[in-house]
């Protein structure tokens, strides 16, 4: 699937359309993903600040979309852990912006070389406000492995 057309189908899933979540892009070949949380009567929090539980919904998704589609079908990709750390009172348009660098990936291919094993991979992002000042940060831990039969049996 392209990553527009994921794109768009995201923007009308009901977690995401009913919460006021809005994802602004997705590069075409996933490594980078703007989300953006527009401050509505119906995800403030009881004194008047986002929700958290749409804070962590706006990033809930995408590290393990990303690695996913930036690895080869060899691979298996879930989501093990998510923690969010709240920083300030969250108000106005808040985003989030994912970047999967080069590093990461060959970390993760570098981790996943001989059968058996597993790399946990934490991958952190920051929800900003329209200040760009830090309002939560989310770590997603990822649970990387790759498939036993797409590996060879000579040789690791």
């Not at 958290?52 to 690895?71: C, K």
């Not at 923690?83 to 570098?110: H, K």
Request: net charge positive; glycine share 8%; with cysteine.
């Amino acid at each position: 699937m392209k990553a527009s057309t994921l794109r768009r189908g995201m923007n009308l899933w009901p977690p995401f359309l009913f919460s006021g979540i809005r994802i602004r892009q997705i590069s075409a070949d996933f490594r980078a993903v703007d989300v953006e949380l527009r401050e509505r009567f119906y995800n403030k929090n009881y004194v008047g600040c986002h929700f958290g539980g749409s804070l962590f919904a706006m990033t809930d998704p995408f590290w393990m979309l990303m690695v996913m589609r930036s690895l080869d079908r060899s691979y298996t990709v879930w989501d093990k852990s998510g923690e969010i750390e709240f920083l300030r009172p969250g108000r106005g348009t808040v985003t989030a912006s994912f970047r999967l660098t080069d590093e990461d990936l060959e970390d993760i291919r570098a981790n996943t070389r001989s059968e058996g094993d597993v790399h946990l991979r934490s991958l952190p992002v920051d929800i900003v406000n329209d200040n760009g000042d830090p309002v939560a940060r989310v770590t997603k831990t990822l649970h990387i492995r790759r498939k036993a039969d797409t590996r060879s049996r000579i040789g690791g």
